[in-house]
Nanobody, 125 residues
Framework: QVQLVESGGGLVQAGGSLRLSCAVS????????MGWFRQAPGKEREFVAS????????YYADSVKGRFTISRDNAKTTVYLQMNSLKPEDTADYYC??????????????????WGQGTQVTVSS
């Protein structure tokens, strides 16, 4: 059974940085694509970034390109999201996701096999 546990959320001022971590248990981590999604109050969950199992291919939402970086450490079975130049509109609950196939930016949520419980990020202006 695969479990995803996020950490690293918190309150930060606009322009600041946070690094989210997602620790994954289960033997299939190294063959799963990993992703980050977020959901702001009153809005639908949206794609943020994803990385394939080798770490060689990444995708980003246009709204975070150039500011966020996704990475993974297969030895530590952990995926990270480095968030720089944070804006108030980045405020949301951030969720880690995993699936055996590629996590494209347009993927339907029903195709995500595993979700974390979420970590809250609040960016003050």
């Amino acid at each position: 059974q695969v479990q995803l546990v996020e950490s690293g959320g918190g309150l930060v001022q606009a322009g600041g940085s946070l690094r989210l971590s997602c620790a994954v248990s289960g033997r299939t981590f190294s063959t799963n694509s990993m992703g980050w999604f977020r959901q702001a109050p009153g809005k639908e969950r949206e794609f943020v970034a994803s990385i394939n199992w080798t770490g060689g291919t990444t995708y980003y939402a246009d709204s975070v390109k150039g500011r966020f970086t996704i990475s993974r450490d297969n030895a530590k079975t952990t995926v990270y999201l480095q968030m720089n130049s944070l804006k108030p509109e980045d405020t949301a609950d951030y969720y880690c996701a995993a699936r055996p196939g590629v996590i494209y930016p347009t993927i339907s949520h029903e195709h995500i096999r595993h979700w974390g419980q979420g970590t809250q990020v609040t960016v003050s202006s």
